[in-house]
Structure formats: structure tokens, C-alpha cells
């Protein structure tokens, strides 16, 4: 939500939306002064994402389980070409743990009306820590990012892009095991039991 508030196209549309008030205020109209502001605001959004198109706004509407990894996907189609190859391959790396664990999380709520704490996890990183942390990096220059050390930590920008996406990817990895962990489990109890029944060298195919 911090992301789409301060993000230039509504800060821009919400300027433009003062007309409005203004001229009805000054007496220039009388009805119809909510029309302009909103037309207004319509403007100042467009331009923002006009002459500030590497904002990286927060989706800020609620996502089906579908509609979360189209979101990423087009994150990094729209922003890709900015984002060192060491850090898109971690925002890939956090896209394939999102579509291995959808399926689980689909599952869940099917049965018990909730997908879990986990998926929770998943909305957090992909709508809101990952965009802001890209956003953090977007609004640097290249060359600027990739050279200067950033408050005395010896680490350029482009170091703690990295640093902090392999953190949430690490983070994502970690739980999409701890999904299937159980499934994974109880395929080891049923081939200790089939072993105990038949034996290992048994032929099924008879």
C-alpha cells in the first residue's frame, strides 16, 4: 500500500485533483467540479507512469492464486532489463517456488477454506518486500549502483540487491520443503512398508 501511495502517479494525480476544489472554490464552476477532479487525477496518473516508468508500484487489490505469479511475471518483463542478471535469476529462482507451491496452496483452501500461513508468506514477498526492495534499486542510475559503496559497508547497491533477494529467496525454497515435507515422508513410510511386506527385490511387473 506505502508503495502506491508514494509511487509519482498518484502523487501527481492527487495535485491535478485540487482543480476541482479550486474552481469551485474560486466560483469558475458550480456543478461538476468532481468530474474535473477525478479526470484530473486520471491525467496526473498516466503521466506519472509516462515520465517515471521505473516505479514499481505495488499491486494493492487482492490476487487469486493465479493472478500472484502473472503479477511477478510481468514485474520482471517490464523491469528485467534493469536488473542485474545475478538478481533476475533470484527473482526467477523465487517465481518457480511460487508455481511449485500454488498447487498445494490451492489444495488447502479447498478443504479448509485457508491456504495457510505460508501462503501468506508467498503474498508478503511477491506484492510487497520484493516490489519495494526493487523499487529501492530502480531509482538509482547503473552505473551508479554498481560502483559506490553504500554508509561504510563496503557494499555497492547492486551487492545488496542481491544480498536481499537471495534472502527472500532462501526464505520461499525453505518453505515450499516444509509444503511437501509431510507428502515427502509418507513416501518414505510407504516404501518401508512395501518392503517389509514384499521385499525389496520383489517384481511387480510379475
Not at 495535485?15 to 476544489?21: D, S
Request: charged residues 20%; proline residues 5%.
Amino acid at each position: 500500500m506505502k508503495l502506491y501511495l508514494y509511487s509519482p502517479g498518484n502523487l501527481i494525480g492527487i495535485a491535478l485533483a485540487c482543480i476541482g476544489p479550486a474552481l469551485l472554490l474560486a466560483g469558475v464552476v458550480d456543478r461538476g467540479w468532481w468530474m474535473i477532479s477525478a479526470a484530473a487525477y486520471g491525467a496526473g496518473w498516466a503521466a506519472g507512469a509516462l515520465f517515471f516508468p521505473n516505479a514499481v508500484v505495488e499491486q494493492t487489490v487482492e490476487m487469486s492464486f493465479e493472478e500472484l505469479p502473472r503479477f511477478l511475471g510481468k514485474l520482471l518483463e517490464q523491469h528485467g532489463s534493469r536488473i542485474p542478471s545475478e538478481s533476475f535469476e533470484r527473482i526467477q529462482s523465487i517465481h518457480s517456488s511460487l508455481e511449485q507451491a500454488l498447487p498445494r496452496f490451492q489444495e488447502l483452501f479447498e478443504r479448509s477454506g485457508t491456504p495457510g500461513q505460508q501462503w501468506m508468506i508467498f503474498r508478503q514477498v511477491v506484492l510487497s518486500y520484493l516490489p519495494e526492495t526493487l523499487n529501492n534499486y530502480l531509482r538509482l542510475p547503473a552505473p551508479y549502483a554498481a560502483t559506490h559503496k553504500v554508509g561504510g559497508t563496503g557494499k555497492t547497491p547492486r551487492a545488496l540487491l542481491a544480498e536481499q533477494l537471495e534472502v527472500m529467496d532462501t526464505e520461499l525454497q525453505r518453505v515450499v520443503q516444509t509444503l511437501f515435507e509431510s507428502d515427502a515422508n509418507q513416501m518414505l513410510l510407504n516404501s518401508r512398508f512395501l518392503e517389509s511386506k514384499f521385499g525389496k527385490a520383489i517384481d511387480f511387473a510379475g
